[in-house]
């Protein structure tokens, strides 16, 4: 048989990376398969199901008939009820016309950098971070300029640090609170100082809030509710981590006038909507009931207390409180195996998926991440495996 040259790929893959929760979740379906048992500490979603009256005002969408394209910044409903809850949980003043709706809060990460950056621009980013931020920004060819989240700061970034890091070229500052992968929550204090420097810079700010509601401790404040931030701020949150809603994609963000209609062109040019009955049932979740909320947010708490203090009573293990979302990142920097060969060993040799920190940029490299989403059961039953497979080591 003859064979077919292939005709090549784009350059710029070179540039495009990946999330590795979706690796990892690939490599654990793999055991799985071959008839192994893993317990899953790597995927970032709640395993909380979706609330009733949600999905039943998605049936009833449905059945209303809205199943055909419609307006690709979002229906109005939905942009009237995102305004609102917005404005009420930043105290801030958002009106419906600055409100785009996106399948899910990912692509405005995209859409974002692409729509503001040239090449060569720098824009900062927290690190360790989300790994999207810096693949968006190495493919729209502008030049990532990582933030570092410290330790001894419980991983809040130093306002010294991000002003040695602004420049006459930044054009993007990406803030994420409460923070994926270290649960950190940027504090008031904090807040304050780097709203004086950016007010003053000449950079928009992509403020990446998709765990606002997820905090166990202090209190989450926003960037934009700083004086004069909201003109220069794309404000994102989405219904996925808050009403465990990950797998229907959607996504909302309060835009500065100047980029509202480039991103809804972002929409236009790529995914033309977010499927109307999904959009109604985002009205649903906003504007119903929020006691399903509740509940999982204490649970969460639950299970954060129990998961900190299982990994602190490892030897060689120290993991500080996270404050919000649901991930624990503890520093296993006095292992004798390195974080990105324990995170293999263990799902191969434990059952036990996770991430190493390395995954989310080099400053997460002496720690792993553990996404708490999953039972109490089954994070005993992951605590005594990481145990035994450590004492195993010795
Ligand atoms: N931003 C952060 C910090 C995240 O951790 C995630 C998902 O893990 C997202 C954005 C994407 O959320 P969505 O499901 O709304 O696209």
Not at 108 to 115: E, G, N, P, R, S
Not at 127 to 136: C, L, N
Not at 246 to 269: I, K, M, Y
Request: one cysteine or more.
């Amino acid at each position: 048989m003859a064979t077919v040259s292939s005709p090549g790929l784009a350059d710029s893959l070179s540039r495009l990376g990946t999330e590795s929760a979706f690796s990892v979740l690939a490599r654990a379906r793999e055991l799985e398969r071959a008839g192994h048992e893993v317990i899953h500490l790597e995927i970032g979603e709640p395993d909380f199901p979706t609330p009733a009256h949600v999905c039943e005002a998605a049936f009833e969408a449905i059945r209303r008939g809205h199943t055909g394209y419609c307006p690709s910044a979002g229906v109005h409903a939905l942009r009237e009820a995102a305004a609102d809850y917005l404005s009420r949980s930043r105290q801030i003043d958002v009106q419906p016309e600055r409100v785009l709706v996106g399948t899910g809060a990912k692509p405005f990460l995209f859409f974002t950098i692409l729509a503001s950056c040239n090449p060569g621009d720098e824009v900062i980013y927290p690190d360790p971070g989300f790994p999207i931020y810096r693949s968006a920004i190495s493919w729209a060819g502008a030049t990532p300029v990582p933030l570092p989240l410290r330790e001894d700061r419980d991983f809040v970034f130093d306002p010294g640090e991000l002003e040695a890091r602004l420049t006459g070229r930044t054009k993007l500052v990406i803030l994420n609170s409460p923070q994926n992968p270290t649960g950190g929550l940027i504090d008031q204090e904090t807040l304050t100082e780097a709203a004086r420097l950016l007010e003053r810079s000449n950079a928009w700010v992509l403020s990446d809030e998709v765990y606002s509601r997820l905090v166990y401790e202090g209190e989450f404040a926003s960037i934009a509710s700083r004086p004069g931030m909201l003109e220069r701020t794309i404000l994102l949150d989405g219904v996925s981590k808050t009403y465990a809603m990950t797998g229907w994609r959607c996504g909302f963000a309060a835009v500065p006038e100047p980029l509202v209609d480039p991103l809804e062109r972002f929409f236009v040019n790529s995914t033309s909507c977010v499927p109307p009955f999904i959009q109604y049932a985002a009205v649903a979740a906003l504007t119903g009931p929020q006691h399903p909320v509740e509940a999982m947010v204490s649970e969460f708490r639950e299970r954060r207390r129990l998961i900190v203090q299982g990994l602190n009573r490892l030897d060689g293990v120290s993991c500080r409180e996270p404050r919000g979302a649901f991930y624990a990142f503890p520093n296993v920097s006095q292992l004798p195996l390195t974080a990105d060969q324990l995170s293999g060993r263990l799902l191969d040799d434990a059952g036990v998926a996770l991430l190493p920190g390395s995954a989310f940029g080099p400053n997460g490299h002496n720690h792993l991440r553990l996404s708490y989403a999953n039972s109490q059961t089954n994070l005993h039953r992951a605590l005594e495996r990481i145990t035994t497979f450590l004492q195993s080591l010795a």
